[in-house]
């Protein structure tokens, strides 16, 4: 009985919002009837004519100063729609709609109910969105010391935002303490310095603990905050290796008497492979390309399943800079692989491997008589490939943006991970003679094969659409977010912009013409009302104006 009653509530509810849903209509012509029927005891016709009797004895002031005020007001929201726009990317009249008056109005979330009917090839793709829209540590980051401060003591802007800080100072506790830190009095100290917001705070905890014992994590600190140059930075790491790797030795002896001593193993492989992944790149900064490219290879042996600090892109940049085509390929052969995750660096230097066999003979008139050869297709598909994943890198690789310093984190596929490849690779792509000139006649076909990104990708999974958020966390302030696809102004603006064009306009030929505009004035009102008036009179011939009296004596 319990069940039968709910569910007759149920399907009385569904029919009473199935009526205002579709029945809108009726109800609201049966209202236009009662008023109707009701004009004479509630005296409409009488009020009408002392409306317009108002309004004939109003002034041309009075409109000029009702177009202007409603032109102000207009101009004030649309600017207010403007800054909110490019602030947050979407209208603010139009979010408001959607996240207070639909609910009002009986609008049903349609993710709520599709969540659990969803298929599983929903959900996969679900999480591939998900997975997309990671935040991954910049494999070529910068050393925080050296370069990024010296950038603000220069230009007094700060090249890091404090979401990315923070970030890094996350990746810090994890890669560098364990639970058994407390245990060693250094160890202790590095373990609450990594979570100091304080940078002074940060390197004189660091020296602290190097008064205690000769602490790995602390050289590490020092070596990316307190030194200035990278000559500085590689001498601390040295001695940050020298003390990791004892530490790694006695730590690898012991691994196995529990899991305290596991993880204190662990934390000892991550702060070697850390260090050692500096040392290439402060050899690498110095101009010592081949003894970089050697460390870079000999930890990849070493640490072989270690994937997580993309070492590999670290080697892909510095074969480049020797112009090792050959070892870059064999590189490329091993990571460019379907099973595997893809980055700008892997699809961008494909494209540039491609694009070097045929850019140095490569014009588009040619092309355009003779169509494109084999090689020719191979590196336009190549570089299509590219485009699809990061659209961002192009416009930075042809200067058609300014560069910045890279973050500390990167988004893959967003504008974070664009600056971040165009900083340390446009050299190369200037040095492969009519590279950039093939990826300037070719990158925008890309967006002709994948017309609609966000629904439908074409090599790649769609186009994540929470790029844009991330990459403004990331990225300072002063530099401009490259957005893809570009989002269409919103009706509202375009609806205020024209709102207060046209009342800008009424007040001034109102100002300038005051007896014309009046005659205009009641020709458009007579003109727009005539139908209502038709209509008006033809129900006045149907029904008789003493209905009201005979409906009462009933």
Known sequence: MAE??????????????WSWTYLWTVWFFFVLFLVYILRVPLKINDNLSTV????????????????????????????????????????????????????????????????????????????????????????????????????????????????????????H???????????????????????????????????EALEINECATAYILLAEEEATTIAEAEKLFKQALKAGDGCYRRSQQLQHHGSQYEAQHRRDTNVLVYIKRRLA?????????????????????????????????????????????ADVQAVLAKYDDISLPKSATICYTAALLKARAVSDKFSPEAASRRGLSTAEMNAVEAIHRAVEFNPHVPKYLL??????????????????????????????????????????????????MIPYPLEKGHLFYPYPICTETADRELLPSFHEVSVYPKKELPFFILFTAGLCSFTAMLALLTHQFPELMGVFAKAFLSTLFAPLNFVMEKVESILPSSLWHQLTRI
């Not at 298929?119 to 050393?143: I, T």
């Not at 600090?309 to 020797?322: P, S």
């Not at 967003?414 to 490849?421: C, K, L, N, Q, V």
Request: hydrophobic content about 40%.
């Open 4 to 17: 039968a009653g709910t569910g007759f509530l149920e399907q009385l509810k569904s029919c009473i919002v």
């Open 399 to 448: 200067e058609m943006k300014s560069l910045i310093l890279p973050p500390e984190h990167i988004l893959k596929r967003g504008d974070s991970e664009a600056i971040a490849y165009a900083f340390f690779h446009l050299a190369h792509w200037k040095r492969v003679e009519g590279a950039l000139n093939l990826l300037h006649c070719t990158w925008e076909g890309t967006f002709r």
């Open 281 to 325: 790149m402060c050899a690498r900064r110095l101009g010592r390309t081949r003894e970089a490219v050697k460390m870079m290879r000999d930890l990849m042996k070493e640490f072989p399943l270690l994937s997580m600090f993309n070492i590999h892109e670290n080697l892909l940049e510095a074969l480049l800079e020797l112009q090792a085509y």
């Open 52 to 171: 317009s009797m108002f309004l004939n004895t109003l002034t041309p002031k009075f409109y000029v100063a009702l177009t202007g005020t409603s032109s102000l007001i207009s101009g004030l929201i649309l600017i207010f729609e403007w800054w909110y726009f490019r602030k947050y990317g979407t209208s603010f009249i139009e979010q408001v709609s959607v996240s207070h008056l639909r609910p009002l109005l009986g609008g049903v979330d349609n993710n709520s109910s599709n969540s659990s009917n969803s298929s599983n090839g929903d959900s996969d793709s679900n999480r591939q969105s998900v997975s997309e829209c990671k935040v991954w540590r910049n494999p070529l980051n910068l050393f925080r010391g050296a370069e990024y401060n010296r950038y603000t003591w220069v230009t007094g802007r700060e090249p890091l935002t404090y979401y990315d800080m923070n970030l890094s100072a996350q990746d």
């Open 173 to 207: 506790q994890t890669f560098f303490t364990c639970d058994s830190d407390h245990l060693r009095p250094a160890d202790a100290i590095m373990q609450k310095a990594w979570r100091e917001r304080n940078p002074q705070a940060r390197i004189s905890a660091a020296h």
